[in-house]
């Protein structure tokens, strides 16, 4: 295994050091709920109708479904193409961290645009922690011109978002350029990362549930934790 960390393993890791150790060594104990499948159903069509509009972009999840260890260099590949070029779903590996940003456009001249596509109705934290790993990472990989994240402009108001008849709805891409903030959280990323990395190298950390269990979301190991069940794996 060439990486230790994913971005969702990272945001899982702001939440709760439990969480992480739980989503790396035993992911079979998740269990997510009815409403936070949907919430996934919703964020995977809002991001297709986004990248419907790059139709000549290159699917590197396509053509790799799951060989994660090979993203980068099929990327890399791809990136060296001359001209223009679009890509879902690139890999891009610095530090042990794996990200895949959901769409990159490299410009004439190796620059990068990307697009984070989130399909809530308002540009929160969570999203933010989430591009700023993903900016640590390929900035490290790559000259990055900009990073954007696109959110759901059609849904003003809460209710709205959770609605799930929006197929007649026309999309609304609110696009918001972060590049400059996302650049001064290099030392704040590396210093969590590094954070991570112990985490991962002792036993099950002993946290007790409470708030942390559903903000910033509902945590897929509650019930687990909730019956005070621990693994007494070694590591
Ligand atoms: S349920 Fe709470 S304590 Fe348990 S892993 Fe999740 S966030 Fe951590």
Redesign the pocket.
């Known amino acids: 295994m060439k990486y230790f960390l994913s971005k969702s393993k990272y945001i899982r890791g702001l939440?709760?050091?439990?969480?992480l150790?739980?989503d790396v060594y035993h992911p079979e104990l998740a269990q997510y709920s009815r409403e936070t499948m949907r919430k996934f159903d919703r964020g995977r069509e809002f991001e297709r109708l986004f990248k419907d509009q790059f139709p000549d972009a290159v699917d590197v999840s396509a053509a790799l479904r799951n060989r994660f260890n090979d993203y980068p260099a099929f990327t890399e590949e791809v990136l060296q193409r001359d001209g223009e070029v679009d890509l879902f779903e690139a890999g891009f590996l610095f530090d042990n961290v794996l990200v895949l940003a959901d769409v990159v456009h490299k410009n004439a001249d190796g620059r990068l645009d990307i697009y984070e596509v989130k399909s809530g109705s308002t540009l929160s934290e969570t999203y933010k922690n989430d591009a700023a790993v993903q900016h640590y990472v390929i900035s490290h990989c790559h000259n990055i011109n900009s990073f954007s994240i696109v959110y759901n402009g059609n849904s003003d108001h809460p209710d709205q978002s959770d609605r799930s008849d929006q197929s007649d709805q026309s999309p609304n891409f609110k696009i918001v350029n972060l590049t400059e903030e996302l650049a001064l959280q290099h030392a704040l990323i590396s210093n969590n990362i590094s954070c991570m990395k112990e985490v991962l190298k002792g036993g099950e950390?002993d946290?007790?549930?409470?708030d942390?269990?559903?903000t910033p979301y509902e945590?897929?190991?509650?019930k687990?934790?909730?019956k005070g069940l621990r693994h007494l794996s070694l590591f």
């Open positions: 939440q709760c050091s439990r969480a150790w739980l950390p946290i007790t549930p409470g942390r269990c559903t945590c897929p190991y509650k687990y934790c909730d």
